[in-house]
């Protein structure tokens, strides 16, 4: 099976949630990007936007991507490379260099939601998301204006799961499942 699941999409979509479920029910290792690029920082991401804008964000983004597909560690039962669950912050596929090294390594499965159902998830949360005030817009237009202009990005992961509906618990039944089918056309040759 291929050894790495990365988990993408949109702010509010689950990644963070769902992602550790996923990962303790294969039993493998759970890696949030967002927490890689916030150690190497040694500041959160808004104060990353705030002191430094997203460029440097972004490219804080790249080395941690770069530094997780370049894992050589290898699986102890397997001997395979390394299993894990990385999840990655909304705009990592929009950088092309991300997608093509996170394509080399696994499956990307793009967790979606309908525009309202993540406004509304972004407004009851306490996080900081730095991309959503930019423009000073409302919410919920600044959200379908961010999806509009990474839907060609999102579109490049292997999978996506709508996460508006379900449940943690249920999300997680939906990902490990898509995760399943395409590893499988990945490994298999063709009929």
């Known amino acids: 099976m291929t050894p790495k699941l990365i988990l993408t999409g949109f702010m509010a979509t689950g990644k963070s949630s769902v992602g550790p479920i996923v990962a303790r029910r294969l039993g493998w290792e759970f890696v ?3 927490t890689v690029v ?3 920082a040694g500041k959160p991401i808004a104060q990353i936007f ?3 804008g997203e ?6 983004e790249r080395e941690a991507v770069a530094q997780l597909t370049s894992d050589r560690r290898r699986c102890p039962h397997c001997h395979g490379p390394h299993p894990e669950v990385i999840s990655t912050g909304g705009g990592v596929l929009v950088d ?4 093509m090294a996170l394509k080399r390594v696994g499956v990307i499965v793009c967790l979606t939601g309908r525009p309202e159902v993540i406004a509304a ?8 998301r730095p991309k959503l005030t930019e423009g000073g817009k409302p919410t919920l237009a600044r959200v379908k ?3 509009d202009e990474r839907a060609d990005a999102y579109a490049r992961a292997d999978v996506q799961v709508d996460s508006s509906d ?3 618990e249920q999300l997680a039944d939906d990902v490990i499942g898509a995760f399943g089918v395409h590893a499988a056309r990945r490994i298999l040759p063709p009929a």
């Open 32 to 34: 949030d990007v967002d």
């Open 38 to 40: 916030i150690a190497r």
């Open 50 to 52: 705030a002191d430094h």
């Open 55 to 60: 460029a440097r964000f972004r490219q804080l």
């Open 96 to 99: 092309e260099s991300n997608c």
């Open 121 to 128: 998830r972004v407004e009851r949360s306490k996080a900081k």
């Open 145 to 147: 204006e961010l999806m």
């Open 166 to 168: 379900l449940t943690v």
